[in-house]
C-alpha cells in the first residue's frame, strides 16, 4: 500500500465545498450519522476518484450478490426467503448510494439479528441430544454451496452437521505417541455422548455467538459501506474512527500501552505475550496467562468489567497516553484476583523495524537489510520511519567495509510514498524515481531532494509476489536506471496505485462526532520508462521461485482492479557503473540451471497444495474423519519431507565457512542460513567484486 499525505486539494473545485456545506446538518442518532457517512463517501469518490464507475442496475446487483456473500460466507444464517424478501433493493442499491441512503443496511440487519437469536436456540436443542458419529454423511463447507438453505428443516439440517463436525474437531487429536488411536478416540465419542455432552455442546456454540451477539451495528456498518467502495477498486476503504486508530498504530510500528499481547480466550482478554522492557514486564505483577478481567482508565476512574467484550475494545480500555495510569484487576492462573496499577509507555512493533545483518565468507563482508514495510508516523512527520532507520543502517554497515549490500523487501506490502523515495534516493542520488498520474491528465515527477548517495556500491534488491506498492516504486527505480539487480519471484504483487486518507469530517463544520476517513485510490504511479506497476508488477533480473503460498492472489487476482497502461518515459540517464550488469545477470542464470528441475518440481507442489486445500466436502463418520485427517497428514508430510530434499526448508544453504553476524534474534539468524535466495544474492555480490568497482 502506497499512502500519500493529503497536501492541497487543487481540483476540488469550490462549487464541490459548497455542496457539502450545502447538503449536510449535524447528524441526530446512528441512522442519522450512517446517511452522512454514505452521501460524503459517495460524493468524495464522485468527484475525485479517478476511475468513474457507472453508478446503475448493473452496480446495484454486484453490490447486492458481494454485500451477502461478505456477510453470510458459509451461508449458514439467512435463508432463501430472506434473500427473496429483500430482493426489491437488488437493483435499488445505485439510489441508495447516491442518496445515502441506508434502509437497505438496515432491514437486513433486522434480518441477521432475528437468524442468530433463532440459530442459537437451534443449536441449543441440536445438542441436547447425542450425535451419531458412526453415521455416514458429510458436511458442505458454505463457500462450496451454490444456494442458501430453502426452509427451516434444511437450515437446521446444516447447522446439525456443523456442529457435528465442530465437536469431532474437538474430540478426534491427531496427536497419540501411544499408539492408541482408536482407543483414544472411542473412548472420548463415548464420554460426549453421556454426562459432559451438554457441557461441551455449551462451549462450542458459545463461541460461535459470543462475538455475533456483541458486535454492534457500526461495526457492521463498516462491512457493508466496504462493499460498496470496493467496486471502485480493491484499495478504497472506509475506516471507523477505532479502524483508523488502529491503522496509525500498525503504520507506525509504536503504541502507547502496557507492553503486552492479549488474546481472547472464552470471553477473557488474556495475556498470551510480555513484550521485554515495558510497564507490564517490568512491574513483576502480571505473567502469560493472566486474565484481565477489569480496566479503569485512570486510577480515578471506576473499573470495567471487560468480560465478554470484543477484545479491540478491551485494548482500546487498556491503551493510553504515555505516562499516564492504567489500573487492571487480574485473575491469576491459581484464580486469584488482584488489582495492578501501570503506567503507560511508548511500545515499539520491533517486528516492522528495518534491521541488518553482517555475512562474511572467505574474503568479504556483505550487508542484508530486512525492511518488512515503509513505516512512518501519520501522527508525527518528525516520528520515527523507514528511511531515518535505513539511513543509520546503511552508515554504520559501510563502518563495517562491505563489499555489497541486499535489500531485502520480501512480504513489505508498501507504506509512505515520501519514505520510498527518500530511501530510493540514498542509492540513486537527486534524480526522478517516480511518475504520479493526476486527475486532470498531466503527471507529476517525484523526486529525491538529498544530493547525497549514501550507498555507490553493488546493490542488490530482493522481492517476491507480496513485495507490493512503495516496494514496487523501489524496485523498478533501481531496475530502470540499472542500478543493481532485481532477484525474486516471476514478478511482483502488480499494485501501482496512490492512495490517501480523508477525514470525513473535513467538511462538515457542525458535526462534533468523529465520522472516520475514506482511504481512496487518487491516481497511479508509472515508472520513469513511462510503465505502470499496476497488475504486471516488476519483474526481476534474476527469477527463483518463493516458498510462500498466496491464498488471496495477487492484485491481477482481485475483482475490480484498475487496468494496466503507460505513459510517456522521462529523460534519465542510466546509473555509470563500471560493472556490466547482463554478465553478472548471466552467471546467476547459469549458476541456476543445476536447479531449474528443483525449481519446477517446487512449482507443481505448490500447485498440488493449493488443490488439496481446496476441499469440498468433510466426512461426518469418526472413522471417516480420522482417516481423511491422517491422509492429508501423511500428504503434508510427503510435501514437507520433499521441499526439504530440494533444499527449500531446514537445510542450510549457506556454505559452512559463511558466518552471519547479527545483533537481532537468533531465529532470524538462524532462517538466514537456510534461505536460498539470500545465498544466491550473496553469490551475486561476489560477482560484482571480481571486477574493480566504485569504492564507497
Known amino acids: 500500500m502506497i499512502v500519500n499525505s493529503i497536501k492541497n486539494f487543487k481540483y476540488i473545485i469550490i462549487g464541490f465545498i459548497f455542496t457539502f456545506l450545502l447538503s449536510f446538518c449535524s447528524p441526530q442518532g446512528e441512522e442519522e450519522t450512517h446517511r452522512v457517512i454514505l452521501k460524503t463517501i459517495y460524493k468524495t469518490l464522485y468527484f475525485l476518484h479517478p476511475n468513474p464507475i457507472k453508478i446503475n442496475n448493473e452496480f446495484s446487483q454486484k453490490v447486492y450478490k458481494q454485500y451477502f456473500s461478505n456477510l453470510d460466507l458459509q451461508k449458514r444464517f439467512f435463508l432463501q426467503k430472506d434473500l427473496e424478501d429483500i430482493s426489491f433493493y437488488r437493483e435499488k442499491l445505485d439510489e441508495s448510494w447516491i442518496h445515502g441512503d441506508p434502509t437497505f443496511f438496515n432491514i437486513t440487519m433486522k434480518y441477521f439479528y432475528q437468524r442468530i437469536k433463532e440459530v442459537e436456540n437451534i443449536c441449543s436443542k441440536i445438542l441436547k441430544k447425542p450425535f451419531n458419529f458412526h453415521k455416514r454423511e458429510v458436511y458442505i463447507p458454505g463457500e462450496q454451496k451454490i444456494s442458501y438453505p430453502k426452509n427451516k428443516k434444511e437450515w437446521i439440517e446444516e447447522w446439525r452437521k456443523y456442529l457435528k463436525y465442530l465437536t469431532l474437531m474437538e474430540i478426534v487429536s491427531p496427536e497419540n505417541p501411544q499408539g492408541n488411536i482408536w482407543k483414544s478416540i472411542k473412548k472420548n465419542i463415548r464420554w460426549m455422548n453421556q454426562e459432559k455432552k451438554q457441557e461441551k455442546g455449551r462451549g462450542i456454540y458459545a463461541r460461535i455467538f459470543r462475538k455475533l451477539k456483541i458486535e454492534k451495528k457500526t461495526d457492521w456498518f463498516s462491512m457493508y459501506v466496504n462493499t460498496i467502495t470496493s467496486q471502485y477498486d480493491p484499495h478504497t476503504n472506509y475506516f471507523s474512527p477505532k479502524e483508523k486508530e488502529n ?28 513484550l521485554v522492557g515495558g510497564p507490564a514486564w517490568k512491574s513483576k505483577k502480571i505473567e502469560v496467562g493472566d486474565k484481565i478481567i477489569r480496566v479503569a482508565k485512570d486510577i480515578n476512574s471506576e473499573s470495567k468489567n471487560i468480560i465478554g467484550m470484543l477484545l479491540e475494545n478491551s485494548i482500546r480500555l487498556i491503551r493510553g497516553k504515555k505516562g499516564s495510569k492504567v489500573k487492571l484487576t487480574i485473575q491469576k492462573k491459581d484464580g486469584s484476583i488482584k488489582e495492578v496499577i501501570l503506567i503507560r509507555d511508548v511500545i515499539e512493533k520491533k517486528e516492522i523495524f528495518a534491521r541488518s545483518v553482517t555475512i562474511l565468507d572467505n574474503e568479504n563482508k556483505y550487508g542484508l537489510i530486512l525492511l518488512p514495510e515503509f513505516y512512518f508516523n501519520p501522527e508525527n512527520k518528525n516520528g ?14 559501510k563502518k563495517e567495509k562491505i563489499k555489497g549490500l541486499i535489500i531485502d523487501i520480501r512480504n513489505n506490502g508498501g507504506g509512505s510514498l515520501e519514505t520510498v523515495i527518500e530511501i530510493a534516493g540514498f542509492f540513486l542520488g537527486k534524480v526522478p524515481i517516480v511518475q504520479v498520474g493526476l486527475s486532470s491528465g498531466r503527471k507529476k515527477i517525484l523526486k529525491n531532494k538529498n544530493n547525497e548517495l549514501l550507498w555507490k556500491g553493488p546493490l542488490v534488491i530482493l522481492v517476491n509476489e507480496l513485495s507490493a506498492s512503495a516496494s514496487e516504486i523501489l524496485a523498478a527505480s533501481i531496475a530502470d536506471y540499472k542500478r543493481g539487480i532485481i532477484v525474486g519471484s516471476y514478478q511482483t504483487y502488480g499494485k501501482g496505485t496512490v492512495q490517501t486518507f480523508y477525514p470525513l469530517n473535513r467538511f462538515i463544520f457542525s458535526n462534533k462526532k468523529e465520522l472516520g476517513a475514506l482511504k481512496f485510490t487518487m491516481n497511479k504511479f508509472y515508472r520513469v520508462n513511462g510503465n505502470s506497476t499496476q497488475l504486471k508488477g516488476v519483474n526481476p533480473d534474476i527469477v527463483i521461485p518463493n516458498n510462500i503460498f498466496l491464498v488471496r492472489g495477487m492484485e491481477k487476482d482481485q475483482p475490480n482492479s484498475m487496468m494496466w497502461d503507460r505513459t510517456d518515459s522521462i529523460s534519465y540517464q542510466l546509473w555509470k557503473g563500471k560493472i556490466d550488469l547482463e554478465k553478472i545477470k548471466l552467471k546467476s542464470i547459469n549458476r541456476l540451471k543445476k536447479y531449474q528441475d528443483m525449481m519446477t518440481i517446487y512449482q507443481t507442489i505448490q500447485l498440488l497444495e493449493k488443490n488439496f486445500l481446496n476441499k469440498k466436502y468433510i466426512p461426518l463418520n469418526w472413522k471417516d474423519f480420522w482417516d481423511e485427517n491422517l491422509k492429508m497428514q501423511k500428504i503434508n508430510a510427503n510435501f514437507q519431507a520433499l521441499k526439504n530434499y530440494l533444499n527449500v526448508y531446514e537445510l542450510r544453504s549457506f556454505p559452512p565457512s559463511y558466518q552471519i553476524i547479527s545483533k537481532f534474534d537468533q531465529e532470524w539468524k538462524k532462517n538466514l542460513l537456510k534461505d536460498f535466495h539470500i545465498e544466491e544474492c550473496v553469490n551475486i555480490l561476489r560477482d560484482f567484486n571480481e571486477n574493480p568497482l566504485l569504492s564507497d
Open 247 to 274: 491503522f496509525d498504530l500498525n503504520i507506525s510500528g509504536k503504541t502507547e500501552g502496557i507492553g503486552a499481547e492479549l488474546q481472547d480466550h472464552k470471553g477473557y482478554a488474556t495475556i498470551v505475550k510480555l
Open 384 to 397: 520515527r520511519n523507514a528511511a531515518q532507520d535505513m539511513k543509520k543502517i546503511i552508515q554504520e554497515l
